[in-house]
Every structure is written in C-alpha cells, then in structure tokens.
C-alpha cells in the first residue's frame, strides 16, 4: 500500500520529505556516528539539535527575548493544571473563555486549582460561534484570561487576538500553531502540544514571558515548575530527545516553506476550497458560523447519518483516510494543517462532490 491523505486529527500527518530525512538519518545523525535516538542529551551533538530547534522557533514565531521557551512532557493537558500552579503568583482567580471541548478541559482542570471565571461561552450554541467580545465577563481581579485559539473537535477558530482588557493573555495554540501568524508580545503564555501542527506527540511548547516564571505554588514537582525548567533548558531531567529532533525537523522544513506568513496563505487558500464545496452542496453541512471558521479543522454533516458509513469507506478506497469526525460531534472532520499539501485538498474536494452524484 502507498501512502494515503491522512486527514487525522491528531497524531496528525508529517510532510513526507522530514519523513524522508529522519529515515536517511535514522542510523547516523550528521558525523556523529549514531542514531539521535542514541545520543546523550547532554553531549554536544543534541545540544546542537536542541539549540537550533529553540532557534529556529524562536525565528519563525519572531519569539521577543524576553520570552523563555519551553519544550515539555505530559502534553497540553499536563498545561491545564500547571498553568494556574505556575502563574497564578498569589491570585484565587483565573478567567476562562469556553469555546468548545478543549476550553472545557482546560476550565475542569483548572478548578482543581483555583477559583474559574466563566468570561463567555458558546454552549448554548453548541459552540458553532465565539460569543462577541463585548459581552465577556472580564474579572480584573483575575491572573489571567484563557482561551483557545483554535476549537479541534468543534472546528471554531479565533481569527484575532482578544482583547483582554489588561489581564495576561493565555492561549492554547495546540492545534493552530504555526498555521498562521501571531505576535507573540500580546500574550502572557502560548502553549500547545506538537502532534497536530509541529511534529510527533510527546513534546509540549510553553512560551512565557520572562515576568510569570517563578512564582509556582509550593510543594509543585520540580519537572512541573516552569522556573527549574527555564533554569536547565527544559533538561531537569531526560527530555524526549528523538521528538525534539523531529520537531526541529518540520521546523526546517517550515523555513524551506517559506515560514509562517507564506503557509498561512496557503493555509487559507486550502480552507476556503474545502469550505466552498461544502457550502455549495445540499448533502453536506458545515454548522460552524462563517466568521469563526477553523482553517485546520473543517467539520462536515452529511444529510443522511446513514450515508456515514458508505462515506467513510468510499473515501478510503479513494486513499482518503481518518475523516471520521469526533464522536461528541458526529459526521465528518478533515484536519488540513500545515503539512497536508493542496493536492490533498483537491482530492478530498473531487471525493465529497463525486459521492453526492453518485447518492
Ligand atoms: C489535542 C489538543 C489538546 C490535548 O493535547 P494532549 O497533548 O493530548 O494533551 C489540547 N488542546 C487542544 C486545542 C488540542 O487540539
């Protein structure tokens, strides 16, 4: 079997030339004569890899100086406890914007920790729109505002930076990172997991401006306290040295792209196809208001629920595969994120218009 359009979610679909070059190196990384996999993660070949890939990140996201970076473990979940621990710096209360599945999580984990202010939420509107701005609760008193930058299972995507009013500004970028541009000065905290947009899973990206690191809660496992972290380069202890590699990986090959500004057209460009022949058709629906539409993750109604099924293997006999859409969602979800190529865009547009002729 050849490869296929991996539409998947996350894990999530690599540029297939960083695949090409992992395999090339895989026994023997540069003159080093051994696998990366192999190398300590003190010695002076990883210390390479892992300076150019803070470099390189810092580049392509144009990252100020007085921004620490961070690579960690545990995933952007581990970030929905840890945030609050690490930054609420003697504050009770911490504001949340709740725009779908991953707001919610984050808000359920955050409680555990502090005092949750439900700034606005789309619930009510089965979170196929971002409540208009004028209306959120901003609590003054609060560490900080949360909110996520894009919605991955609900497809709901913020298209500008939201004005919170004064108070540090925290985003989960996990699935639109690097998809498009952001300056990064507005923020208090950017964090995301690398397995949609960055690379393989078990890798997590925490930029924090320099003024919130140090002020965790007493008693946090030192692995967990951005500042021991800060002060060791994310090597408090054995990083995941081989997804770093990868990560640095699609970072280079984002540079070849042309960075963050030039994908982001593409990016667009892909989405508004996509949409276009959804909206064009009357078998599939796409329940999400125009304005908020997610570039990364494009979900889709059929009609008929029962046309589900014949959809799904239909699309896999045509090399289009992981379409199914979340379970608390239903019918179908295409995540198109950086590393899917516009030829896959035009495939999948050629299959969706093709079955509705045919049924
Ligand atoms: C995937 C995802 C997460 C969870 O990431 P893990 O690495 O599995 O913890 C959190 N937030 C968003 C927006 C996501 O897309």
Not at 155 to 175: A, C, N, R, Y
Not at 210 to 220: Q, S
Not at 266 to 284: F, G, H, P, T
Request: aromatic residues 10%; hydrophobic residues 40%; proline residues 4%.
């Amino acid at each position: 079997m050849s490869r296929v359009y991996n539409f998947s979610a996350g894990p999530s679909a690599f540029p297939e030339s960083v695949l090409k070059q992992a395999q090339a190196e895989l026994l023997e990384w540069r003159d080093s004569g051994m696998s990366v996999m192999e190398m300590s993660h003190r010695g002076k070949f990883f210390s390479l890899i892992a300076e150019e890939l803070e470099a390189d990140l810092r580049a392509l996201m144009a990252i100020p100086s007085n921004y620490k970076v961070l690579f960690l473990q545990g995933g952007a979940s581990a970030q929905f406890s840890l945030i609050p621990q690490n930054i609420l710096n003697g504050k009770t209360k911490a504001c949340y914007v709740n725009t779908g599945a991953w707001s919610e999580k984050a808000i359920q984990d955050a409680k555990a920790v502090c005092e949750v202010v439900v700034s606005a939420s789309g619930e009510s509107g089965k979170f196929t729109s971002i409540p208009d701005l004028s209306s959120w609760a901003i609590d003054t008193d609060a560490a900080y505002l949360h909110y996520t930058s894009n919605e991955t299972i609900h497809g709901v995507e913020f298209q500008t930076i939201p004005d919170s009013k004064g108070l540090t500004l925290v985003s989960d970028m996990s699935s639109n990172i690097l998809s498009r541009e952001f300056d990064v000065s507005q923020f208090g905290l950017i964090y995301a997991g690398t397995q949609k947009n960055m690379g393989p899973a078990g890798v997590t990206v925490v930029i924090v401006r320099e003024d919130l690191v140090g002020h965790a809660a007493k008693g946090i496992p030192p692995v967990f306290d951005y500042a021991q972290q800060v002060k060791n380069g994310s090597m408090l202890n054995t990083p995941a040295t081989y997804n770093w590699y990868l990560v640095g990986l699609v970072l280079k090959w984002l540079k070849e792209q042309g960075g963050v500004a030039a994908i982001e057209k593409r990016n667009i460009n892909k989405a508004e196809k996509l949409y276009n022949v959804i909206d064009q058709s009357s078998l599939y629906r796409n329940p999400v208001e125009k304005t908020v539409r997610s570039r990364m993750n494009v979900p889709f109604i059929l009609a008929d629920e029962a046309l589900d099924k014949p959809f799904l293997a239909a699309a896999e006999a045509n090399g289009l595969f992981e379409l199914k859409g979340h379970r608390s969602v239903g019918g179908m979800r295409a995540s198109i994120y950086n590393a899917m190529p516009e030829s896959g865009i035009d495939a999948l547009c050629e299959f969706i218009k093709e079955f509705e002729r045919s049924h």
